[in-house]
């Protein structure tokens, strides 16, 4: 047995005035917790600088013991001395200046507490009491009363180490503090928390290590509790134990803390503890298990006042009475809250350093400093202690075997281990020309520890930066030849887990060689057949991280040398490669001219429509902000002119694009991840410092703009769109007179026609004018004189006014709006009307395009002319010899003959209806005056011969153009336009919808008609073009069975039967039909079973598939519908299935609800237990059912819909029906099979597998 070892009053001698101090604190706390009583009676003060008043320490409390062995009261007050003093000094440690009594002594003594004297002197009895004599003598000289009577102790370096020895941890304390450590490491709290890494962070309260904690707090309370912690180097096992003691200062004062690696006797000291009596919290760390089993064995014994916690990087199985807690990764969240703290403020990519960390705490904070210190090798485990624990359990030599598997396997991010993958095992074992069962074993190994994160089929070695460590070791000691036939031999599955591998390798010397070599010209990445390659064109963007010079240049070779067609040929996922790498490489400002130019090539030949094709990404590059280059804009703007001398137009309008986000003033975006390159710090984007800068890369935008003007008719729309569209951003920065140089350049070479420009001056007046500057009105008025149609031909006029005016509408005092555009047409045709003969050779412009206001310039212009048949001879002239014109200009001339003379207007009607050039245009003109019956008549009578298309009929439901017509018109032309055949049934339909419409009485009135129409119509898809969807249709059904009718819903269900034997579009039926027919089936259903019911018996083939699409649940994510069954009679349809056993029961399994909600629980359907008690035994009604339950769509993980069903099922499990035990019993087995494979499948998703 170990020496026992105390402390002496000699020891207590040495202490200065802090460590008395510090003492006292210590026990204090581990008294009262000896005695039950709580630690917040304890008060010291651990400042000794400032006056104490008398106090340097206090115990009180109410509820308890009346005193323990060494406080003598309820109320204790102690008073430290670390200096030799005689009894006229202790006198005078009571009294004041003044000499009256210290207020705080004075407050103690009269409730009639303790005043003790803590003190490093060696004292006898004799020497005690004269200093008390002395002490009471002053206090009677005081006057106080209590001076005789009150209690007053002095405790001497003997009592003081008498006292110290009832703790062990006290007695580390002084032993450390006299310099004569019993056992060197061992380490009271106080001494453990001067560690630097508890320090570093403040502990995060997160959820993967709070449970522990107070699981912890709770059990170190009791004497002879056993605990273990174990978990990988790096997962904070000693900074989550020193938590415990940190939110626990009731058992703070217990604690002696020993690293075992510097007291390997431990065991023996710990035993003499217990024998001694010492009441003590041991925590040891790097505690292997057979030393842990033998301080539990000593712990544990008969009357130990001893609790043991030990913390270990290995996983050994531990037997009871030790409770043991195995350290997890932490979550991203947790460990980003756990480093924000610190680090939030300084570090740009924290979040992508806690990604990198993978929940290791201390390898976030090694790569967080590494970052801070801009340490290239940020992404590699340098630590070699560190790395050394994580690989090799201790005393367990290093396995050369498995070193090689494991570097081999952190070759990759994640490779697949078994069933379908299992070939990327057979390829790891090839590699290094090991067994594969070897590699699996050792995998097997790692896994348990923690170092191979398993995740279903595949496995990952973390945390990363051991990985990259590892695969760096594999680089380094591979030769040239080796790494080549890897990258060659790679088989096509775990080309991506490579190349998110070796991204992170961007400071390994040796691969970025490799890639040096294998993008040379002569390299297989320097010919355009491998970087042209799907394969190919991944690796390379996976170099582009490791060394971005090399694939910059090798690429620039291959795309130069390449023409159009062969850039357009280059698409999908080789070109989806390229433009992400040529993204990374335009972030460089060294590399921005080869890289640009190469996504500028890329672009010119476009072919991908998504908005970051490299189109996109090329004109990102030239925003001001957030444009994803570091290169300046004189660099970027020398690219754009040496580009623009190529002088090809797809070009162009590629560097027009550009332009474009040049100018923009408005907010921009960009999508981040392609300053994130390798493991570096994030890369920085060019930004102005001041707006100067800014300003000079407008003006240098807009001379560009300038010269593009005259390239051709192409870049000029786009000139004048973007510089157009560009005034009121720039108005309201106070680029005035740029922008005034430029419209007046572009006016005097293009003319006053200038609808970007116009709309955005008026634009800017209506929404900006109270915040505009008298400099910037004035120049604004004056480029509207500028682009003003005064004293411009008539061609420009009529190009401003009506052709293309801007939007402009004025708000009148009463709230009304006024059409500014339309005021201005009309206030042109009375001018044009003065002399129309100039406006003849100007029809054509006013019958093509766009045209914003020539409606009401037509109608004006008639209304002001006293004869308008020429013109209106010449206009329908023009239009009939135009296929593509636009009627908007003669529909106006029509309208304004109809206001001046009814007679007129029909005269004109007839002439169209008779021209089969114009005819065409009968529908539309005709809405241009009253409709009357001759009107519908002649329209009827125009489809049936043919002459226009029956789907022409629509354009009477736009609007309220027959609302003024009697029912029977209406109903009438509407019977006869039905009567004409399928496609005419729904312009029909849709002609009477509207005239119900917000009036839905009239279906009362017309009943018989609409009942007609309702029932014509073609509901299947064949006609799916002849209408927008089946809302008419379903409002009028609706509106009709508000009155109950047997008739109409048979006849609806059987409209539906037949367009069973087509089928539906798949929106109509789940949005429209298969609503209504729930509706009509919950309130006819014994009705309409039987039509139901022999319409399945009868049919076959796709008429069966679509009549089981009408009658089937629907559960996808979109939509959420009950089967129409579930509101037919249950007993008629099992009845039915007796009738036709060979089809019907599977029929109805395959469509029935499974389940139905019961007081909010998903409970088994009535016919679904119906069906398996009468037909269960039949494997086809069992097939169908599973083909049924298996029917569904979703969000997120399968499996928690897939454990609803489980437990939904579970209670038919003691269901009194043999075939349906039988059944249910069957399915929750494949249920439980579905779980296990959908749950692999979840956890690859964790690693990036879909």
């Not at 009253?930 to 736009?958: C, M, R, W």
Request: with cysteine.
């Amino acid at each position: 047995m170990a020496k026992p070892f105390k402390v002496e009053s000699g020891d207590i001698n040495k202490l200065n005035d802090i460590q008395l101090t510090q003492l006292l604190k210590e026990l204090l706390h581990a008294e009262t917790f000896r005695f039950g009583i709580a630690q917040r009676a304890v008060e010291v003060a651990l400042n000794i600088i400032t006056g104490d008043g008398g106090e340097d320490g206090r115990v009180s409390w109410e509820q308890g013991p009346e005193s323990t062995e060494y406080i003598p009261n309820r109320l204790s007050l102690f008073q430290n001395k670390a200096t030799n003093m005689g009894p006229a000094a202790y006198a005078k440690e009571v009294i004041t200046d003044k000499g009256s009594v210290k207020p705080i002594v004075d407050q103690v003594l009269a409730r009639g507490g303790s005043y003790i004297v803590f003190t490093t002197q060696e004292l006898n009895s004799k020497q005690k009491q004269a200093r008390i004599k002395e002490v009471r003598a002053s206090l009677a000289g005081a006057g106080k009363g209590y001076a005789d009577k009150c209690d007053l102790r002095i405790y001497d370096a003997s009592q003081i180490a008498g006292w110290v020895n009832l703790y062990i941890s006290t007695v580390v304390a002084v032993q450390h503090w006299s310099g004569r450590p019993v056992e060197r490491g061992l380490k009271t709290y106080e001494l453990w928390s001067e560690h630097e890494d508890l320090s570093r962070l403040p502990f995060a309260p997160v959820a993967s290590r709070s449970e522990v904690i107070e699981k912890l707090k709770a059990g170190l309370s009791v004497p002879k509790a056993c605990f273990r912690m174990m978990g990988l180097s790096g997962l904070g096992k000693t900074r989550t134990a020193f938590q415990v003691f940190s939110e626990n200062e009731e058992i703070r004062s217990l604690v002696v803390y020993v690293d075992a690696n510097h007291a390997p006797n431990i065991d023996s000291l710990i035993a003499d503890w217990v024998t001694l009596g010492y009441e003590a919290i041991i925590v040891v760390d790097n505690c292997e298990y057979r030393l842990h089993e033998r301080l539990v064995k000593e712990v544990r014994r008969e009357g130990s006042q001893v609790r043991l916690l030990t913390l270990d990087y290995n996983f050994d199985s531990i037997a009871a009475p030790t409770i043991c807690f195995r350290l997890e990764q932490m979550t991203n969240d947790e460990l980003f809250q756990l480093l924000s703290p610190v680090y939030n403020n300084v570090l740009s990519d924290l979040k992508r350093i806690v990604d990198f960390a993978q929940g290791f705490p201390q390898m976030a904070v090694l790569l967080a400093e590494a970052r801070l210190n801009e340490d290239p090798r940020i992404g590699s485990l340098t630590e070699d202690e560190l790395a050394s624990k994580l690989l090799w359990k201790r005393n367990e030599s290093e396995n050369p075997e498995c070193l090689r598997i494991l570097q081999a396997c952190s070759l990759f991010d994640v490779f697949g281990v078994e069933k379908e993958v299992e070939y990327q095992l057979e390829y790891i074992a090839n590699t290094i020309g090991v067994h594969v069962d070897d590699v699996y074993g050792c995998i097997q190994e790692y896994s348990s520890r923690g170092l191979i994160d398993r995740r279903g089929r595949f496995g990952q070695v973390v945390p990363k930066p051991l990985a990259i460590r590892l695969a760096g070791q594999w680089w380094t000691k591979s030769r040239e030849e080796k790494q080549r036939g890897l990258i060659d031999s790679i088989p096509e599955g775990m080309i991506e887990g490579f190349c998110n591998q070796i991204e992170k390798m961007d400071f390994h010397s040796d691969v970025k060689l490799l890639t040096e070599k294998l993008c040379g010209p002569q390299a297989p990445f320097g010919q355009a057949e491998v970087i042209l390659s799907e394969r190919g064109s991944r690796f390379f963007r996976a170099f582009v991280n490791v060394n971005p010079e090399a694939t910059s240049a090798a690429l620039y070779r291959t795309l130069t040398s390449m023409d159009h067609d062969q850039l357009l040929s280059i698409e999908g996922d080789v070109r989806r490669n390229l433009v992400w790498g040529l993204e990374k490489l335009c972030f460089h400002a060294d590399l921005f001219m080869e890289a640009s130019w190469c996504m500028l090539l890329l672009a010119s030949a476009e072919n991908e429509a998504w908005s970051n094709n490299a189109t996109g990404i090329f004109s990102q590059l030239f925003c001001i902000n957030l444009s994803g280059t570091a290169a300046a804009p004189d660099i970027r703007f020398a690219l754009l002119r040496q580009a623009m001398d190529m002088e090809q137009i797809e070009i162009d309008m590629v560097l027009l694009n550009a332009l474009e986000q040049a100018i923009s003033t408005s907010g921009g975006s960009r999508t981040v991840g392609a300053e994130y390159q390798g493991t570096k710090a994030p890369l920085e984007e060019w930004r102005p410092k001041i707006w100067q800068e800014i300003f000079d890369y407008w003006q240098s935008a807009f001379d560009l703009y300038s010269e593009m003007m005259d390239r051709g008719e192409k870049q000029r729309e786009k000139v004048l769109s973007d510089i157009g569209h560009s005034i009121r951003g720039f108005v309201g920065r106070g680029r005035l007179d740029m922008l005034d140089a430029a419209i007046r350049h572009i006016v005097k070479s293009n003319g006053r026609y200038w609808p970007a420009a116009l709309d955005s001056i008026k634009n800017t007046f209506e929404y900006d004018r109270e915040k505009l500057e008298e400099t910037a009105v004035s120049a604004l008025s004056s480029w509207i004189e500028l682009l003003s149609p005064e004293g411009a031909g008539l061609v420009e006029k009529l190009r401003i006014i009506v052709v293309n005016p801007p939007r402009e509408h004025l708000r009148l005092e009463g709230g009304a709006y006024v059409d500014v555009a339309a005021e201005n047409a009309k206030k042109l045709a009375t001018e044009v009307a003065v002399n129309v003969d100039e406006l003849y050779s100007c029809i054509d412009l006013l019958l093509e395009g766009e045209q914003r206001q020539s409606h009401s310039f037509g109608r004006q212009l008639v209304l002001e002319l006293a004869d308008e048949s020429k013109l209106l001879e010449l206009a329908l002239k023009r239009l009939s010899d135009n296929p593509k014109a636009n009627s908007s200009f003669v529909i106006g001339l029509y309208r304004g003959v109809y206001e001046k003379s009814s007679k007129v207007w029909q005269k004109y009607i007839d002439s169209v209806s008779s021209d089969e050039r114009l005819v065409s245009f009968y529908p539309e003109l005709i809405r241009t005056g009253n409709i009357e019956a001759q009107h519908l008549n002649k329209f009827v009578d125009l489809i049936s011969t043919g002459l226009i298309p029956a789907n022409s009929a629509n354009v009477l439901s736009y609007g309220s153009v027959t609302s003024e017509l009697a029912p029977e018109v209406v109903s009438d032309f509407c019977l006869k336009l039905s009567a004409l055949g399928d496609e005419a049934a729904w312009p029909a339909l849709n002609v009477m919808f509207m005239y119900c419409f917000g009036n839905m009485e009239r279906v009362k009135t017309i009943r018989a008609s609409v009942k007609s129409l309702v029932s014509a119509v073609p509901l299947h898809k064949k006609h799916s073009a002849a209408y927008a969807d089946l809302h008419s249709w379903c409002a009028l059904v609706e509106a009709l069975l508000k009155t109950r009718d047997e008739g109409l819903v048979i006849a609806i269900s059987r409209q539906l039967i037949a367009s069973c034997r087509i089928g539906f579009n798949h929106n109509d039926l789940w949005s429209y039909i298969k609503p209504l027919l729930m509706k009509i089936a919950q309130q006819y259903g014994d009705l309409l079973w039987p039509v139901f019911g022999e319409a399945i018996s009868r049919a076959k083939g796709m008429e069966l598939y679509w009549l089981q699409q009408l009658l089937d649940r629907e559960n996808s994510v979109s939509s959420q519908l009950p089967s129409v069954l579930s509101s037919f009679p249950s007993g008629k349809i099992i009845s039915w299935c007796y009738e036709h056993p060979d089809s019907g029961p599977s029929f109805i399994a395959a469509c029935i609800n499974i389940f139905e909600i019961r007081d909010d629980t998903q409970c088994p359907s009535e016919l679904f237990i119906l069906l398996l008690e009468n037909f269960g035994g039949d494997k086809r009604v069992a097939s169908a059912l599973n083909a049924n339950m298996g029917s569904r769509g979703w969000t997120g993980s399968l499996v928690p819909y897939l454990e609803a069903d489980k437990l939904a099922l579970s209670p038919l499990l003691k269901h009194k029906n043999g075939n349906v035990k039988k059944w249910v019993k069957e399915h929750t087995a494949f249920i439980d099979s579905q779980i296990a494979r959908e749950s692999s499948l979840d956890a690859e998703r964790d690693l990036g597998i879909f």
